[in-house]
C-alpha cells in the first residue's frame, strides 16, 4: 500500500524573525525543519501490529458489516462473529462517529484491516476502571444478581463481582449460624439496588473485578477512629447477632455516618463457653465493651473483660489431684466439657475412655460425677479432668 505526501515547508518563521536571515541560520532552520518532517511521517506510518489499538471513523455499514476510516492505513472492516458479538454497541454508531478497535489481520484478502470493536471496547473499559479505581472514586452501581459468595454487577460492560465480606456494616447478612441458603435469601434483598461502591481490586487477564462497599467510608471510619485506642472502654448498641459473635455501633451519640461498627467475637462475649451469643446480648441492647484491637479501621471488642475473671481465683481453690464434683454438659470430638463452677469448664478427654460409646455410656448429659483435676491452666483457662472410677 503506497502513499503520497505533498509536504509545503512554511517560511514565515524566516520572513518573521531577521536574526534567520543568514545564510547558515537559514541551512539550520531547513535541517530542523527536514528532521520534524521526517519525524511526523515515521510515526504516522509506522507499521501496524496485531492486537493494536486503532482510532478510526464510521464511513460506511450494511446488514453484517462495518467499515472503519484509519486514515493512511486504509480502511477497516468488523464483520462475522465481531460484528454479531458487538451489535449492541454498533446499533447506536452513526457515519462520521469516531470508534476504537483491535486489529485482528493487518491485510485480508480483500484489503481491508479486520477488526474487533468488542475486544477494543473491553480493553479501554479495563483502562478508564483502572483509573477509576487510581483515584478512588466513589461508583454507582445497580445490583443484576447473587450468588452464596456475594453480589453480581457490572460497570462499563465489565462483570463485578462485590463480595460479602466487602458490604457495608448495615447492609451485612446478620443470619444465624451462618447458614448458607439465608444468607442468599437475604442478598437476594438487593437485587435491582443502587449502591455505592469503590474498586477494590482488577485483574483484566483473569476477567476479575471486584468492588467494595464498605470502603467507602473507610475515610470516615479512620478519622473517627483517632480518637480511640487500644483498652478504652466505649458504650455502644447491639446492632446485629451472628453465629460467631455481635456487632456493636459507637459512639451513642455521634450521628450514624460518624459511628462505628465494631464486632465482639463469640469468645469474647463472656468467660464461659458460649454456644449462642443471643444468650448473652439482645438487639437494641446498650452495653459497654473495651476496645482489644484496632486494625485496619476494624474494631475488635469485648464484653467479658470487663467482667470478674472466675479463672483468677480457681488456683487458689482447687490443685493437681483434688477430686471435685463436676456436671456434664456437653460432648465433643475432644470429650465431655463439665462445669465446675457457674463459669468453670473442665474437659475430660476421650483418651480417658476405650472409645465414645463407652465415654457416652459413662457419663449423661445433665448428671452429676466426681472427676480428678488432672490439670489446672488459669492462664489458658484449661482444667484436664479424669473421671473417679471408684464413683462409677
Given at each position: 500500500m ?8 512554511n517560511?514565515?518563521g ?28 515515521k ?6 501490529q ?14 453484517s ?32 462517529d ?11 484478502e480483500d484489503?481491508?484491516?479486520?477488526l ?11 483502562q ?12 454507582n ?14 460497570l ?8 460479602v ?45 471486584i468492588?467494595?462497599?464498605k470502603?467507602k ?25 451472628a453465629d ?7 459512639p451513642l ?10 464486632l ?6 463472656d ?13 437494641g441492647?446498650?452495653?459497654?465493651a ?57 474437659l ?5 475412655f476405650?472409645?465414645?460409646?463407652e ?7 445433665g ?26
Open positions: 503506497m502513499y503520497i505526501y505533498n509536504i509545503t515547508i517560511t514565515a524566516l520572513q518573521q524573525n531577521p536574526a534567520l536571515a543568514g545564510e547558515k541560520n537559514k541551512q539550520v532552520f531547513f535541517i530542523k525543519m527536514k528532521e520534524n518532517i521526517i519525524k511526523k511521517y510515526d504516522a506510518t509506522s507499521p501496524l496485531i492486537g493494536a489499538t486503532i482510532e478510526g471513523k464510521v464511513v460506511a455499514r450494511d446488514r458489516s462495518l467499515f472503519i476510516d484509519l486514515g493512511i492505513y486504509g480502511t477497516g472492516i468488523i464483520y462475522g462473529k465481531e460484528f454479531y458479538g458487538a451489535k449492541d454497541i454498533i446499533k447506536n454508531l452513526k457515519i462520521g469516531k470508534v476504537f478497535a483491535k486489529i485482528l489481520e493487518l491485510e485480508n484489503g481491508y484491516s479486520e474487533s470493536l468488542r475486544d477494543a471496547t473491553k480493553e479501554i473499559s479495563w478508564k476502571l483502572k483509573e477509576l479505581k487510581d483515584k478512588g472514586e466513589i461508583l452501581v445497580k445490583i443484576t444478581g447473587v450468588n452464596k459468595g456475594g453480589l453480581l454487577t457490572a462499563d460492560g465489565i462483570q463485578a463481582f462485590l463480595p465480606s466487602q458490604l457495608a456494616p448495615e447492609h451485612y447478612p446478620r443470619v444465624a449460624d451462618a447458614d448458607k441458603q439465608k444468607i442468599l435469601k437475604e442478598l437476594h434483598k438487593f437485587v435491582g439496588k443502587t449502591l455505592e461502591v469503590k474498586i477494590l481490586d482488577l485483574l483484566a487477564q483473569e476477567n476479575k473485578l468492588l467494595s462497599e470502603a467510608s473507610e475515610e470516615k471510619i479512620k478519622e473517627t477512629l483517632k480518637d480511640f485506642k487500644k483498652d478504652d472502654i466505649i458504650e455502644g448498641k447491639i446492632t446485629g447477632i460467631f459473635g455481635a456487632f456493636i455501633k459507637f451519640l455521634a450521628e450514624n455516618s460518624s459511628q462505628i461498627e465494631g465482639i467475637h463469640i469468645s469474647e462475649l468467660w464461659q463457653l458460649v454456644e449462642n451469643p443471643a444468650e448473652i446480648v439482645k438487639v441492647e446498650i452495653i459497654k473495651q476496645i482489644i484491637n484496632i486494625n485496619n479501621n476494624q474494631v475488635f471488642l469485648s464484653l467479658k473483660a470487663l467482667k470478674a475473671n472466675p479463672w483468677e481465683e480457681i488456683e487458689k481453690q482447687y490443685k493437681k489431684g483434688d477430686v471435685i464434683k463436676g456436671k456434664v454438659i456437653k460432648y465433643s470430638p475432644f470429650g465431655a466439657f463439665v462445669e465446675i463452677l457457674p463459669k468453670i469448664r473442665g475430660c478427654h476421650i483418651s480417658e476405650s472409645s465414645k460409646e465415654m457416652e455410656k459413662s457419663l449423661k448429659i448428671e452429676t460425677y466426681d472427676f480428678t483435676i488432672l490439670l489446672i491452666e488459669p492462664k489458658e483457662h484449661r482444667m484436664s479432668l479424669k473421671l473417679a472410677r471408684e464413683t462409677v
